[in-house]
């Protein structure tokens, strides 16, 4: 795919992405907001988080992203019993490497014994024998990245994944991984005001900016899911250029924001998340506004300032 960075070059392309053997529509969703608050515990009301999974699924969704450390060991849960057996075209994607502490922080996982464990959580959770695509969640700690992308593939070769994916990395580390084993997906921060806020610091290689590891992904054909892409409901308030453009297509600027990441790349798959069904109904439609040119270099020249 060409390398596409300027406003400009940005343009709807076809709607659905390669994952490996699989292939999804280019709207995903993130189970990330299933839990109670804080991503913590049980939601207030589970039959409503139930549903929402079941009505993501009737309304086209084929990728879901969870982990087990979603609650802790509460999204997971709430996705097998919504929809197993999981329908054919429909691709739930995990990450190992993080583990929540008991003051509701997030902390390293990602030792071999730990990786090893947390992909028993989620092939147990989750009902499966195989895990569809599994991402090494990188958050930087005395264990070596390759160490442990070294365990996900001895992982895959006794058949517990299929897909090996990457979260929270630079293109150093994408490029270190290629030359071990086929990446099927890279999962950063990454919103309309660009992301750089939870990009790992690895020690053997420069942080550079957000847009970087998108670009590199986009000139590999490799699907990028943006986390945090509405930057926890940010976008669904006032926000100058997004209001304007939103009152032009009767959308909301939350809408706005999420034409704008599937405008920017050909290889962007968007993974929204909410425990509201209003809300997930407005986050699928946003896949069928198209911006124009303008709209969109307007966009992101309010980002940049």
Same mark, same amino acid.
């Given at each position: 795919?060409?390398?596409?960075?300027?406003?400009?070059?940005?343009?709807?392309?076809?709607?659905?992405?390669?994952?490996?053997?699989?292939?999804?529509?280019?709207?995903?969703?993130?189970?990330?907001?299933?839990?109670?608050?804080?991503?913590?515990?049980?939601?207030?009301?589970?039959?409503?988080?139930?549903?929402?999974?079941?009505?993501?699924?009737?309304?086209?969704?084929?990728?879901?992203?969870?982990?087990?450390?979603y609650?802790?060991?509460?999204?997971?849960?709430?996705?097998?019993?919504?929809?197993?057996?999981?329908?054919e075209?429909?691709?739930?994607?995990?990450?190992l490497?993080?583990?929540?502490?008991?003051?509701?922080?997030?902390?390293?996982?990602?030792?071999?014994?730990?990786?090893?464990?947390?992909?028993? @959580?989620?092939?147990? /959770?989750?009902?499966? +024998?195989? &895990? !569809?695509?599994?991402?090494?969640?990188? %958050? #930087?700690?005395?264990?070596?990245?390759?160490?442990?992308?070294?365990?996900?593939?001895?992982?895959?070769?006794?058949?517990?994944?299929?897909?090996?994916?990457?979260?929270?990395v630079?293109?150093?580390?994408?490029?270190?991984?290629?030359e071990?084993?086929?990446?099927?997906?890279?999962?950063?921060?990454?919103?309309?005001?660009?992301?750089?806020?939870?990009?790992?610091k690895?020690? @053997?290689?420069?942080? /550079?900016?957000?847009? +970087?590891? &998108? !670009?590199?992904?986009?000139?590999?054909? %490799? #699907?990028?899911?943006?986390?945090?892409?509405?930057?926890?409901?940010?976008?669904?308030?006032?926000?100058?250029?997004?209001?304007?453009?939103?009152?032009?297509?009767?959308?909301?600027?939350?809408?706005?924001?999420?034409?704008?990441?599937?405008?920017?790349?050909?290889?962007?798959?968007?993974?929204?998340?909410?425990?509201?069904?209003?809300?997930?109904?407005?986050?699928?439609?946003?896949?069928?506004?198209?911006?124009?040119?303008? +709209?969109?270099?307007?966009?992101?020249?309010?980002?940049?300032?």
């Amino acid at each position: 795919m060409n390398h596409q960075t300027p406003s400009s070059a940005f343009a709807h392309l076809p709607g659905t992405l390669k994952l490996g053997d699989r292939e999804v529509r280019r709207m995903g969703f993130g189970a990330m907001r299933l839990p109670g608050k804080d991503v913590w515990g049980l939601p207030d009301d589970v039959e409503n988080a139930r549903n929402v999974i079941r009505r993501s699924i009737d309304l086209g969704v084929q990728f879901i992203d969870t982990s087990w450390y979603y609650g802790p060991h509460v999204s997971n849960p709430i996705i097998a019993e919504a929809i197993h057996p999981y329908p054919e075209d429909v691709v739930i994607a995990t990450k190992l490497g993080g583990k929540r502490t008991p003051d509701k922080g997030w902390a390293p996982f990602n030792r071999p014994g730990e990786l090893r464990q947390g992909c028993e @959580h989620d092939l147990r /959770e989750l009902r499966v +024998e195989t &895990l !569809d695509v599994v991402h090494l969640r990188y %958050i #930087p700690n005395d264990v070596p990245f390759l160490e442990s992308l070294d365990v996900l593939i001895q992982l895959r070769s006794e058949g517990k994944l299929r897909h090996i994916g990457l979260s929270n990395v630079n293109t150093a580390q994408v490029k270190l991984a290629m030359e071990r084993t086929p990446v099927v997906t890279v999962q950063n921060l990454f919103n309309v005001s660009g992301g750089a806020g939870f990009l790992a610091k690895a020690t @053997h290689a420069e942080v /550079e900016a957000p847009e +970087e590891v &998108l !670009d590199f992904c986009t000139s590999q054909g %490799i #699907p990028f899911l943006p986390f945090f892409p509405l930057a926890v409901g940010t976008f669904a308030r006032s926000h100058g250029a997004l209001d304007a453009v939103a009152a032009r297509h009767g959308a909301t600027p939350a809408q706005i924001a999420l034409a704008w990441l599937l405008a920017r790349s050909p290889v962007m798959l968007p993974i929204p998340g909410t425990s509201s069904l209003a809300h997930l109904e407005e986050n699928w439609a946003a896949s069928a506004i198209h911006l124009s040119p303008e +709209e969109l270099g307007s966009i992101a020249a309010e980002a940049r300032n």
